[in-house]
């Protein structure tokens, strides 16, 4: 944890833009995979970490935005606890850890919620995306749980987004550390990723590096030589040689930070002319995307900027046509780049995504597109010191999507289709860097990690 002075100063930085009422945050709790004892690993709630440090299940807390009072509600760990788990600090240690005075029994909540709404007091809270929790807030609160979704505070949300988009040079560094045990995982995936490797044998391997640092995912991992389905879960295919690996991981820092890096990788270490042609565009989208990334630009004119590169590189190869500035205004670079260039990193992966992404990415100035493609970008705002996005342009080749488009004709004065033909077997790149904005621009924190067509062949050549 860090000292209990930085959660204080982040609840107290809450109350002061929240300004009145009282704050309701609950941490998540243990969820049983197949019976209650037997559960689903622990994951804490973002912001209840964010503002406790407590990576504990089972805890609530409640903050008096006027008065100050904070207090931590959670479970006394008795004996049995000590007997099956192992001893643990009392509730009252776990409050101090966090720099809360007091803490009550966790069946002492409802009281407290009751004797505020008594006195007539609002209580913020933000959305839920647990059972477990909606069924918690309905029950102090005396709210439906399928009512709570429209009840939660817009208020508390954009206080706690304000606050958590803003990395310390703290939190930037777990973040970096995050991004050092991922660079040890594509390392050793750049000397195994070789014709013949099943993609479990490499997704097992890479488990296993990174429980062996005492971390863990950050997310599921994507691990496939079929890199065109975006989010591709499966691990079931046998490495051919002249395929892609594409490999989208992150892993988690020791207080909860993520990293979230991808690389496609030539199985066997060599690029075919095709697949260097392709990969060169998306690598100066990424280069693109990120210079222009300082403080004060919308993030959604570096998303354009790279669409831009993805769309001159498509003309010159000739698989689109015309003009690519405008191809891009009429969005016919999305048929091949149909997600957003990034979204913000810290303690989730897509960072305070649970508090909507319309308040992370969005505000009074920006408005989510309806365009396909540009209506996937979950961050448009601009920019700040000590924002931290990823940045991820890739081209894909869907077959069934570029079939849809073809027989509706769509945008055809921007696609070459017949060219197309010929690239329905190529598969997807991405390349994913992880950028910190600074004063003056930003600093790309995961640059160590090869992505250049030269490093990436050098480091698998070195292998063999
Ligand atoms: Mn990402």
């Known amino acids: 944890m860090f000292d209990s002075s930085v959660y204080a100063a982040r609840r107290a930085a809450l109350a002061r833009l929240v300004r009145s009422g009282c704050i309701l945050l609950p941490g998540n709790d243990f969820i049983g995979m197949n019976y209650r004892a037997n559960t689903f690993p622990f994951r804490q709630d973002g912001s209840f970490l964010y503002f406790t440090g407590l990576d504990r299940p089972g805890h609530c807390l409640w903050l008096d935005c006027e ?17 099956w788990s192992g001893a643990a600090p009392s509730l009252s240690e776990r409050a101090d850890l966090s720099g809360i005075a007091v803490s009550k029994a966790m069946h002492e909540l409802a009281h407290t919620v009751r004797q505020a709404k008594g006195q007539g007091r609002s209580i913020h809270y933000s959305p839920t995306y647990q059972g477990e929790t909606a069924l918690l807030l309905s029950g102090v609160l005396g709210i439906p749980a399928l009512e709570l979704e429209a009840g939660f505070s817009s208020i508390l949300v954009q206080g706690i987004v304000e606050l958590r988009s803003v990395k310390s040079p703290a939190e930037v560094a777990q973040i970096r550390q995050a991004i050092t045990i991922s660079a040890d ?81 030539p199985v066997g ?55 690519p500035l405008e191809a891009v205004q009429r969005g016919a670079h999305a048929l091949f780049f149909p997600h957003g260039l990034g979204h913000m990193l810290g303690l989730d992966v897509h960072d305070m ?112």
């Open 185 to 265: 995982v594509y390392d050793r995936l750049m000397q195994s990723c070789v014709p013949g490797a099943r993609e479990m044998e490499l997704y097992g391997r890479s488990q296993g590096l990174i429980f062996s640092h005492g971390s863990r995912e950050a997310f599921p991992m994507i691990l496939s030589r079929r890199g065109e389905v975006l989010h591709n879960h499966t691990h079931d295919q046998i490495l051919r040689d002249g395929d892609l690996l594409l490999v989208d991981s992150g892993v988690v820092s020791p207080l909860g930070y993520a990293s979230d890096i991808t690389r496609t990788l």
């Open 353 to 464: 995504e649970a508090l909507g992404e319309d308040f992370v990415g969005y505000d009074h100035e920006f408005k989510r597109a309806a365009q396909f493609g540009l209506s996937g970008l979950r961050m448009a705002r601009r920019l700040r010191p000590g924002f931290v996005m990823t940045v991820e342009p890739g081209i894909y080749f869907i077959p069934a999507l570029i079939r849809q488009w073809r027989e509706q004709r769509r945008l055809e004065e921007f696609i070459n289709y017949e060219a197309l033909d010929a690239y329905l077997d190529f598969g997807g790149i991405r390349i994913e860097d992880d950028v910190l904005v600074t004063e003056d621009g930003r600093d790309v924190l995961s640059k160590d990690i090869p992505k250049s067509v030269d490093d990436i062949c050098k480091r698998m050549g070195d292998a063999s």
């Open 67 to 83: 008065s100050g009072e904070e207090i931590l509600f959670g479970p006394e760990p008795g004996m049995e606890h000590t007997i």
């Open 269 to 323: 270490g060599r690029f075919s002319s095709r697949q260097k042609e392709i990969y060169e565009i998306v690598l100066e989208a990424l280069a693109v995307g990120t210079l222009n990334m300082a403080p004060g630009v919308p993030f959604v004119e570096c998303h354009l900027a790279a669409a831009r590169v993805v769309a001159k590189g498509l003309t010159d190869l000739g698989l689109m046509l015309g003009d």
